[in-house]
């Protein structure tokens, strides 16, 4: 597609499960970005990655957030142990040459 | 660190009318750029408008203007002949360097707009 695509759209798990959420960008876009959203808030930053590796995770909450680009394209946000706290949308977004942050509809996130 | 202020949580306009969505924001970078993005109901971020805030002209897009008032650091929105495709939330965010990092965003404004 010509978009940011996120998989899956919806997840339910139990808390203490682990989750693992994906993220397609653009075509040749190199730079890639994790956010969550919060109900009621604006998106917060989590990791970003320029080609494969992560130029700055300084926005990962805690050790049980990682994520991966290991080819440069598709990327995966992993979360273990998951907490109800953790439950909010998890926006992807990729930027090619431009100044412009393309986001992706999202993956909703319900831990019960 | 960036910070982005939106100080209203809605607002509402009639179809045809324009309305204006506040934004200020605090940096101690002399080089940033500034965002709106628009969020309707299926929860996809759509990019609006930029401002990079070395550029001397006010940005449009279509029926988007952004009114950089650098002085007072606000980056307002306008949006002109309002419809109702635009009832939805619209964030304002910022990045250091214009643009080529990560994205600080503010609460949002829902915008609900009546026929």
């Known amino acids: 597609g010509a978009g940011v695509s996120q998989t899956p759209s919806n997840k339910v798990t139990e808390k203490g499960k682990y989750v693992e959420l994906r993220c397609d960008p653009i075509?040749?876009?190199?730079?890639l970005y994790w956010y969550r959203q919060s109900l009621g808030q604006g998106p917060e930053f989590l990791i970003y990655?320029?080609?494969?590796?992560?130029?700055?995770d300084s926005g990962l909450p805690n050790d049980r957030f990682f994520a991966v680009r290991p080819e440069g394209s598709v990327s995966t946000l992993k979360i273990q142990r998951t907490e109800r706290g953790d439950s909010a949308v998890y926006l992807c977004?990729?930027?090619?040459?431009?100044?412009?942050?393309?986001f992706g509809e999202g993956s909703w996130l319900t831990v019960v | 660190a960036q910070k982005i202020t939106q100080t209203q949580p809605g607002m509402f306009v009639q179809e045809k009318e324009a309305v204006t969505l506040d934004c200020t924001y605090d940096?101690?970078?002399?080089?940033?750029?500034l965002f709106w993005y628009k969020q309707p109901s299926s929860g996809e971020m759509i990019f609006l408008i930029y401002?990079?805030?070395?550029?001397?002209q006010n940005a449009t897009e279509g029926r988007y203007s952004l009114n950089f008032q650098k002085a007072r650091k606000s980056a307002n929105l306008v949006i002109s002949a309002s419809q109702l495709g635009d009832s939805a939330m619209y964030f304002c965010?910022?990045?250091?360097?214009?643009?080529?990092?990560?994205?600080?965003f503010g609460k949002g404004t829902m915008l609900l707009v009546s026929p």
């Open positions: 940096t101690s970078d002399q080089s940033y750029g």
């Open positions: 075509s040749g876009h190199t730079a």
């Open positions: 965010a910022m990045s250091p360097d214009s643009g080529y990092s990560t994205l600080t």
């Open positions: 977004a990729s930027r090619g040459s431009g100044n412009t942050i393309y």
């Open positions: 990655f320029q080609g494969t590796g992560a130029a700055d």
């Open positions: 401002q990079g805030s070395y550029d001397e």
